[in-house]
């Protein structure tokens, strides 16, 4: 093993460094929202330099988006070899994500985080990342006949974790627990084929 994979090998230091760094940048996320977010906050946290934040994210706003989905990864997409199941199983785990104070501030800075194009190109990648992953329960179901090929994954999912998105955000109302089945229920009925 060469010098340069021995210091590139995950779970060394550098993962550390990366850990406290995400971990820091949600903590102040959390506390101070997306305006009171400061790259010098967030070195002075996780005790790196913020020169070696900016080495390593180039900018405040990679920075957030890779806190973003670190924080995400929570979200499982399950793999149950029924889409119903599935489309339940990430909704109820989507809806008790939102309602963590973590949860809770990602979606705030997702929703207020404006239009200049540094911001949205950082939450277009995020968004993106996470349709993507999501998206495998569709195709999976369109694999296993459960769907017709017609569906459109990107927009299911969309169909699905946006009431649980509308609560949190826009009415903040509880997501009760028989909520995700009936959504799926209603969304299966539209999209599944006819037999």
């Given at each position: 093993?060469?010098?340069?994979?021995?210091?590139?090998?995950?779970?060394?230091?550098?993962?550390?460094?990366?850990?406290?760094?995400?971990?820091?940048?949600?903590?102040?996320?959390?506390?101070?929202?997306?305006?009171?977010?400061?790259?010098?906050?967030?070195?002075?946290?996780?005790?790196?330099?913020?020169?070696?934040?900016?080495?390593?994210?180039?900018?405040?706003?990679?920075?957030?988006?890779?806190?973003?989905?670190?924080?995400?990864?929570?979200?499982?997409?399950?793999?149950?070899?029924?889409?119903?199941?599935?489309?339940?199983?990430?909704?109820?785990?989507?809806?008790?994500?939102?309602?963590?104070?973590?949860?809770?501030?990602?979606?705030?800075?997702?929703?207020?985080?404006?239009?200049?194009p540094v911001m949205r190109q950082a939450r277009d990648r995020y968004w993106a990342y996470r349709s993507e992953r999501s998206q495998q329960m569709i195709t999976r179901a369109v694999?296993?006949?459960?769907?017709?090929?017609?569906?459109?994954?990107?927009?299911?999912?969309?169909?699905?974790?946006?009431?649980?998105?509308?609560?949190?955000?826009?009415?903040?109302?509880?997501?009760?627990?028989?909520?995700?089945?009936?959504?799926?229920?209603?969304?299966?009925?539209?999209?599944?084929?006819?037999?």
């Amino acid at each position: 093993m060469s010098e340069t994979e021995v210091r590139r090998r995950p779970g060394g230091r550098s993962a550390r460094v990366r850990a406290a760094v995400l971990d820091a940048t949600v903590e102040l996320l959390r506390a101070h929202g997306l305006e009171g977010l400061k790259v010098g906050d967030v070195a002075e946290r996780a005790g790196v330099h913020e020169t070696s934040i900016y080495r390593r994210w180039r900018n405040r706003e990679n920075l957030l988006i890779d806190a973003l989905l670190a924080a995400s990864e929570v979200l499982r997409v399950p793999d149950t070899g029924r889409v119903r199941d599935d489309l339940i199983a990430y909704a109820t785990d989507l809806a008790a994500f939102l309602a963590t104070p973590t949860g809770h501030a990602l979606e705030h800075t997702l929703a207020i985080a404006g239009d200049d194009p540094v911001m949205r190109q950082a939450r277009d990648r995020y968004w993106a990342y996470r349709s993507e992953r999501s998206q495998q329960m569709i195709t999976r179901a369109v694999a296993r006949g459960e769907l017709p090929d017609t569906v459109d994954p990107r927009l299911v999912i969309e169909m699905l974790v946006s009431p649980v998105h509308f609560r949190v955000l826009l009415t903040r109302e509880e997501i009760e627990d028989g909520m995700p089945a009936r959504v799926v229920d209603a969304l299966l009925a539209g999209i599944s084929p006819v037999r």
